[in-house]
C-alpha cells in the first residue's frame, strides 16, 4: 500500500472502496498477478507521529488465506537489530537466519534492502538463510538442515554449502537447550557419517551445541567436541573448489510477473518451505516462458538464477528441469531482445544464465526443453555482479 498525499483517490483497478475512519478496504473480483498500489488521502488532525497499519490481503469466503505487508516499524526493528549486531561486535564471518523463507518470505521483509544493508556494514560477511533450497538462491552459500529432513548434500553438489544438524538426538527445546538434553551424537557419527562425507562436497558441517542458562556449554558437550577434535583432521588434498558461476551481488527483488501459462507468481514469491514448496509450472506445447517484472528499469542487469522443482519432504527434483532456455530483457514489455541462451543439466541443482550488463525492467526466462513435459521453477532470482 502507497500513501501519496495530494492524490486524489479513485478505484484504480478495485471493483468497490470503502473509507472509514481507521482504514481503507478494497474489494476486487478478479486481480491479475504483480504489484497493486492504491492511492489515497489522509489528513492529520493532531500533532503527532502516525503510523501506517500493514496492507493485508485475504480471500472473503476464506479468510485463512492471507498475505501482509511488513509495517514500518517492523523493518525499522529489523535493520537495527542487524545494524546493532554487525557494528557493535566485531567481524562476522558468517550471518546465519532462520525463518526468513520459510516463515515471512523474502519478498515481505525485502531481500534487496536486507542484504544491501549487511554488505554495506560488513562487505565479507556471508549471508546464509536457512532457505529449505540446497542452492545458493538468495544466499551467499548453500545450506542442508538435515534436522528439518533435507538429510545430507547432494552428492552433484558443486557450491560451497553448509551442513546443519544438533549434537543432541533427545531432550531440548528443538535447536535451544533444555534440562533434558541428552543422547549426544557419537564422535562416530560426527566425524565418520557428516564430516568425512560431507567434505568431499565443498561443505562445512554447523553443529549445534546449545548452551544452558548460564550462557556455558554443558561438560558433556565440551568433552564430547573435545573427542571430535582429537579424531578428526581435514583433507588437505581434496580438490579446490569447482569454478564458481558469476554471482548476483546486487539483488533486484521482484514487483509481478507473467507467463504464457502456470501460475508464475509461484517462483517469485521468495516462501520456500520443506513441507510446502510453491512451484510454477507450465501446461502446453514449448516453448514456454515466464517474465519477470523488476519494478523499474534497472541499468545492469546481468544475472538470472534458475532453481527447479522442489518436492515437499522430499526437495530437489529434476522433473520439469529446464534444459534448454532463452533470456530476453525490455525496458516497456513491448520490445524484447535476446541476451542468452544455452543449455543446463539435468540435476536439481540452481541454475545461472549471465550476460553483459543491460537497462532492463522485465526479464523473461524462455523453456524451449524441459526434463519430462512441463517446464518448472521453484524460484527465480535476477540480480547484477559487481
Known amino acids: ?41 489522509v489528513r492529520a488532525t493532531t500533532a503527532g507521529t502516525f503510523r ?32 546493532e549486531l554487525l557494528t557493535g561486535y566485531g567481524p562476522i564471518p558468517l550471518l546465519m537466519i532462520d525463518g526468513w523463507s520459510w516463515k515471512t518470505g523474502h519478498r515481505r ?4 534492502q536486507i ?21 545458493p538462491w538468495e544466499n551467499d552459500l548453500g545450506g542442508v538442515e538435515e534436522a528439518q529432513g ?10 560451497p554449502v553448509v551442513q ?40 562445512n558441517f554447523l553443529l549445534n551445541c546449545p548452551p544452558n542458562r548460564d550462557g556455558l556449554l554443558p561438560p558433556e558437550i565440551v568433552t564430547r567436541l573435545g573427542e571430535v577434535g582429537a579424531a578428526w583432521a581435514p583433507d588437505t588434498t581434496r580438490p579446490p573448489l569447482p569454478p564458481q558461476p558469476p554471482q548476483i551481488d546486487i539483488p533486484y527483488d521482484p514487483a509481478g510477473s507473467t507467463s504464457t501459462s502456470g501460475q508464475s507468481h509461484f517462483a517469485i514469491d521468495g516462501l520456500d518451505d520443506f513441507y510446502t514448496y510453491t512451484v510454477w509450472e507450465s501446461a502446453g506445447a514449448l516453448p514456454q516462458s515466464m517474465t519477470v517484472d523488476l519494478g523499474d528499469v534497472r541499468e545492469n542487469v546481468s544475472v538470472l538464477n534458475y532453481v527447479p522443482r522442489y ?34 543439466p539435468v540435476n536439481g541443482l540452481m541454475k545461472t544464465a549471465s550476460f553483459d550488463p543491460v537497462a532492463a525492467r522485465y526479464v523473461r526466462l524462455e523453456a524451449t526443453a524441459v526434463n ?14 559487481r
Not at 501506517?52 to 525499522?76: D, N, Q
Not at 521483509?109 to 534487496?112: K, L, M
Not at 527445546?173 to 533434558?180: E, G
Not at 518436492?311 to 542468452?340: E, H, K, L, R
Request: glycine share 6%; hydrophobic share 40%; proline share 5%.
Open 1 to 41: 500500500m502507497q500513501i501519496e498525499i495530494g492524490v486524489e483517490p479513485a478505484s484504480q483497478g478495485f471493483d468497490h472502496v470503502q473509507r472509514h475512519d481507521d482504514r481503507v478496504e478494497l474489494f476486487a473480483t478478479r486481480l491479475a498477478e504483480g504489484r497493486h498500489i492504491f492511492t489515497y488521502v
Open 52 to 83: 501506517t497499519a500493514p496492507a493485508r490481503a485475504e480471500e472473503m469466503y476464506a479468510p485463512e488465506i492471507f498475505g501482509r505487508t511488513p509495517t514500518a516499524a517492523e523493518l525499522a526493528y529489523v535493520t537495527a537489530q542487524i545494524t
Open 109 to 112: 521483509v525485502p531481500y534487496q
Open 115 to 135: 542484504r544491501a544493508l549487511v554488505k554495506s556494514l560488513q562487505p565479507d560477511c556471508l549471508m546464509l538463510d536457512n532457505s529449505h533450497l540446497m542452492s
Open 150 to 159: 533435507n538429510w545430507f548434500v547432494p552428492a552433484d553438489n558443486t557450491f
Open 164 to 203: 546443519m544438524q544438533k549434537i543432541n538426538a533427545a531432550g531440548g527445546n528443538d535447536w535451544f537447550w533444555a534440562p533434558n538434553v541428552g543422547s549426544l551424537m557419537s564422535v562416530t557419527t560426527v566425524v565418520d557419517e557428516h564430516l568425512k562425507r560431507v567434505e568431499p562436497l565443498w561443505g
Open 311 to 344: 518436492v515437499s519432504q522430499m526437495g530437489p527434483s529434476t522433473d520439469g528441469a529446464i534444459t534448454s532456455y532463452n533470456v530476453y530483457v525490455s525496458t516497456d514489455n513491448a520490445a524484447f531482445t535476446m541476451v542468452a541462451t544455452g543449455d543446463w
Open 372 to 385: 519430462g513435459t512441463n517446464a518448472a521453477a521453484t524460484e527465480l532470482a535476477i540480480g547484477a555482479r
